[in-house]
């Protein structure tokens, strides 16, 4: 749990340390506000926890025509499946730890709109 809180500190740091130099740069998000960099971290981290819940396997580009099944069915696949079924066991692993990273600034935002 405490290496959890600190991978939730440390991300957090990180991400607004990126959004601020990134702003600081280009004047691109024109950040006025500390809420706004809360909110930066927020998308942020969820928007890349989304990329590892959402990393494709390779699987679903099988074509259909014949040889392709034939070729697959003449190949040992159970240590693809086993090294597949690994990396998805730590992408979803890491998905839950952006997750629960973007949490407390989640919190934040909501507490920031509604107390104001």
């Known amino acids: 749990m405490l290496k959890l809180a600190g991978f939730v500190l440390v991300s957090n740091l990180?991400?607004?340390?990126?959004i601020w130099g990134f702003d600081q740069v280009t004047g691109l998000f024109g950040?006025?506000?500390?809420?706004d960099y809360v909110f930066g971290a927020v998308t942020s981290l969820w928007g890349?926890?989304?990329l590892f819940l959402w990393l494709d396997d390779g699987d679903?580009?099988?074509?259909?025509?014949?040889a392709s099944v034939a070729a697959s069915s003449l190949v040992d696949n159970t240590i693809?499946?086993?090294?597949?079924?690994?990396?998805?066991f730590y992408d979803s692993r890491m998905f839950?730890?952006?997750?629960?990273a973007?949490?407390?600034a989640f919190g934040i935002c909501v507490s920031y709109a509604v107390l104001s």
């Open 80 to 88: 693809a499946a086993e090294f597949n079924a690994v990396r998805r």
């Open 48 to 50: 890349l926890s989304i």
């Open 31 to 35: 950040i006025t506000h500390w809420i």
């Open 60 to 66: 679903s580009h099988a074509d259909a025509d014949k």
């Open 102 to 104: 973007g949490l407390p």
């Open 14 to 18: 990180i991400v607004v340390a990126g």
């Open 96 to 100: 839950l730890k952006l997750f629960f």
